[in-house]
Each structure stands twice: as C-alpha cells, then as structure tokens.
C-alpha cells in the first residue's frame, strides 16, 4: 500500500501542532519544512548580553488544548515543560496614576483593588456570565466542532438560541458596556482583544469570550521561558520520526487536477504531496507559492484582512521597577482613539495603550540579577497602507512610547538601558511571511467576517489545508493548537474511511 507522503509547511505552533497530531495516522510519511533554524515560528528567541528575550508570543492559556498532543502518543506533557501559573495575570496603570490589578478570579480582584465598589464587582460577576455563555457558544461550534462559517453554526446549535448566546448584532466593546459602568473595568476588559490584534469598536461581541477563557483556565508562564514550549514539541516531533527540514523554503508548486502533486524548494529540490498542509498563511501562500492571480484573491483580501502588526521594543535594563507585574497594560487618555489610529487612520497612535512584559517577575533567570527585561508590545498598523513607515517614524514612535513609561512611572528609564531588540512589522513580515507583517493572522471583525478566519480546506486545491492564527478556529496560541489538531478530524474523514 502506498505511503502518503505529507508535506507541511512551515514549523509555527499549527504546523508543529499538525505533524504531531498527524502521526497518528497509519501508513504515512511526514516532512515538516521550516524557512528559519527554529521550530515554533513566532514563538522565538534571543540572547544578548545575559538577557534571553522571548520574541514571540507571552501568554500561555488553556493547557488542556495542549495535553492531547502529547497524550494521543501516551506521553506526558510535563516532562516536555513546565508551566507556572501568572499572579496577577496583569496590572493596569491608567493615566490618571490609578492601578487595577487583574487577578486570577473576581473575589480576588475585590481584596487587591479598593477602589472597586460593590457596584463594579456585580457588575462583573454578571459580566462573567455573559462571557460564559459567548465561551458556550463557541465550544460547541468552534472547538469541539468545526464551524467554517456563519451557516455551520446551524449544525451544532440550537438555531433559535445562536443569536442571544453569541450576542450576534453587537461588537465587543458594546457587549462590554451593556454589563460594565466603570471606565476602568470597560477599558481593561476591552484590550482583551490585544490576543488576537483586532479592535474592540469592530470585533464581534463574541470575542469577549477571550475574558472568561482566562479567568476559567488561568493564565501561564513556560518555566525557562516561553520559547521552552517551542523546545518541547520539537522534542515530541523527533520521538515520532516526523522529518523536519530547516533553512528550507518553499517556492512554487505543481498541480494535477487541482491537487498539488509536487513543491519546489528554493535549492532546487522537489518534494511529492499527497497532502498539503500550510502553517504559511493563506493569503502569501497563495501569492508567493501558487502565483493565484490577484483577481481570483481579492474577494478572500477583502472578507479576511489581516490583523495589526506591532512595534515590539525588547530592553535589557540594569536596574528592577518593582511596581511592574510579570503583564502589564499602560493605558491611553482615550481608548477609541488609539484604536481608531491603528485600524481606521493607518497611523501610529500617538497616545498608545503599551502591553509591556517583565518576565523576571516570575523567572529571574532570565537576566542578571537586580536587572529586568522588559518587552514593550503597542499595537501598531499593518503593511497594509499607502506608504511603508519611514525609520524616522519609527524613530519617533520610540521616542513617544519611552516617554509615556516615564511619564507614567518607570522613571530614567533610558538611562538603564543596557541592551535592545527592536522588531517593526517589516521585520515581522520578512521572518514569517506573514500577511503585511500580520502578528495574529486574519482580522476579527463584526462586519466582514463575524470573527471566522479562512477555512482549513483550500478553495483552490483539493488536498491543500491551512493551520495556524488566519483559519479557524482563530489566532492566539491555543487556537492555533487546535488547529492543527482539527486539521487532522478533517483529514481523516477524506483520506482515511
């Protein structure tokens, strides 16, 4: 019986998640093809000077999505890593010098926040109800089964209940207001949408589910850093005899009868496909690798753009801000502005809300001691837009985000700056080939896509499927996990009955 040959492209989370889960299947032949030396795609790291940075994502959630990858080889996921819970999962600080601890569930947020009345902490318990029902909803159509589309949700739940329990006919920021009054808890909840680069003003209601997920599953770091997660499934990849192919990309394609029958490397090599999957996102992979004619892509362009990009600035400091938790958000005066310049206007946001990491909270290991890494993350345009950012803009950019830290507490903080990494959305597109330097994959948005992301199964050719933040069930890292092992539920049911 002839072994099917597998190709995956690209060694991000979903396409290490897929090889993985795909090796579970009898009688095939599994090659995972990696344009970096590193496996874990954004997940990433360097070293400079006694700091180990993590580029990559920061936030571990929802472990359970993670076990199966390892329990359907009978293996245990804590021997791979180690995970150790975030307290508290961030701490706010607001322009007018207040600070608001999120904490791992509301009773806490009620003893460590003594600006919060009775009012609020009901309000958010109701809050709380609200996002569990939209977390409900989603379970059972998103991950527990595999909706593509509006219409797929009809099958697996009750019709007449689809609009009240994803609150359909709202955004996220008006699902927020209609339980919250106070500014701060609106504010704070809102930039939730931070995990998958989207706005609160455009998102569907629904993406307030990202809320109670953290509350309900916790929020983690990787013991070693996060790139240690990444070290992990790479482990699981070579006990299961997946071979991996590094510094390698993929350039063209052939095709037979709409199946892709044959991939060129960029050395000049051809691999044969049985079946395609790519961790590359739709959108370049079409372009780059298939050559599609942008006439048959801008209908797709159109319902599925890609998500923010950002403005990553990772500093080595020789000196500790013990005011810092391990996440932090440093508010804007004005919400709907700063998201308006983002995704409305294009520009950099001149007063941005700044997610700022300091790891050495929970892992001092990763620094000299009394020093502190810092990551400052503001969410910035994507590429997407009529002119590149010039390095002067960037320059700028800088400049005001050192600034408002200063300003809003992290006093002198350039004169400890011992050594930095910058990466701007050019960076981010040339490392991953992601969509206009995209870090979350496709847009969540109420109007154009209701929040679903492209379908795992190509609609240009028949054994192609995508993993990874731009198909469903969304972007983040659990999602992108279960992508890939959803993937596998699709591909079984074609090749495999």
């Known amino acids: ?31 995972l093809i990696e344009k970096n030396n590193h496996l874990g795609g954004k997940l990433n790291q360097t070293k400079k000077q006694g700091f180990t940075f993590d580029l990559g994502p920061s936030i571990f959630t929802m472990p359970h999505l993670f076990e199966p990858l390892f329990k359907m080889h009978n293996k245990n996921m804590e021997d791979y890593f180690k995970l150790v819970p975030v307290r508290p999962h961030w701490r706010n600080f607001f322009p007018d010098g207040k600070v608001l601890n999120l904490e791992a569930s509301i009773d806490l947020m009620q003893e460590t926040n003594d600006f919060l009345n009775e009012t609020d902490i009901k309000e958010l318990k109701s809050f709380y109800d609200y996002t569990e029902t939209l977390y409900n909803f989603s379970k059972a159509t998103l991950f527990e089964h595999q909706s593509e589309k509006k219409l797929d949700t009809l099958k697996y739940y009750k019709p007449w209940k689809i609009i009240k329990d994803s609150d359909m006919f709202k955004t996220m920021d008006q699902g927020t207001r209609k339980h919250l009054s106070n500014p701060y808890l609106i504010d704070t909840m809102n930039f939730f949408i931070k995990y998958v680069g989207a706005s609160p003003f455009e998102a569907p209601a629904v993406m307030n589910l990202l809320s109670y997920i953290q509350w309900k599953f916790d929020l983690w770091y990787v013991e070693g850093g996060m790139f240690q997660l990444s070290k992990g499934l790479e482990k699981l990849i070579k006990e299961l005899d997946i071979t991996v192919i590094k510094n390698a990309e993929v350039k063209s394609l052939s095709t037979t009868h709409n199946a892709i029958h044959t991939l060129r490397l960029k050395n000049g090599k051809t691999l044969h496909s049985d079946i395609v999957i790519s961790n590359m996102e739709a959108i370049p992979f079409y372009e780059k690798i298939a050559h599609i004619p942008e006439t048959q892509l801008k209908s797709l362009k159109d319902k599925y753009p890609a998500s923010c990009s950002g403005f990553a600035l990772h500093l080595g400091l020789n000196k500790s801000y013990p005011q810092l938790a391990h996440h932090n958000i440093f508010h804007g005066e004005n919400q709907a502005e700063h998201f308006n310049a983002i995704f409305n206007d294009k520009e950099l946001p001149s007063d941005p809300t700044i997610y700022l990491v300091a790891p050495m909270k929970t892992d001092p290991s990763q620094g000299p001691k009394d020093h502190e890494i810092i ?30 830290l200063e300003r809003m507490g992290l006093k002198d903080i350039r004169k400890h700056i011992v050594t930095e990494e910058i990466w701007t959305p050019e960076t981010i597109m040339n490392t991953y080939s992601s969509t206009h330097g995209s870090i979350y994959g496709t847009l969540a948005h109420k109007e154009k896509n209701m929040g679903f992301k492209f379908p795992k199964r190509s609609t240009f050719f028949n054994n192609l499927y995508f993993v990874g933040g731009s198909t469903n069930p969304g972007g983040g890292m659990p999602m992108v996990v279960l992508s890939g092992q959803q993937a596998l539920a699709q591909i079984k049911r074609k090749y495999f009955n």
């Open 375 to 404: 990551k400052i993350l503001p969410h910035i345009p994507n590429l997407d837009r009529d002119k590149p950012f010039t390095q002067n803009e960037y320059h700028s950019f800088k400049k005001i985000l050192l600034d408002k």
């Open 1 to 31: 019986m002839h072994k099917k040959n597998i190709i995956i492209i690209g060694g991000g989370l979903g396409g290490m998640s897929a090889a993985i889960s795909l090796a579970t299947l009898p009688n095939v032949s599994i090659t």
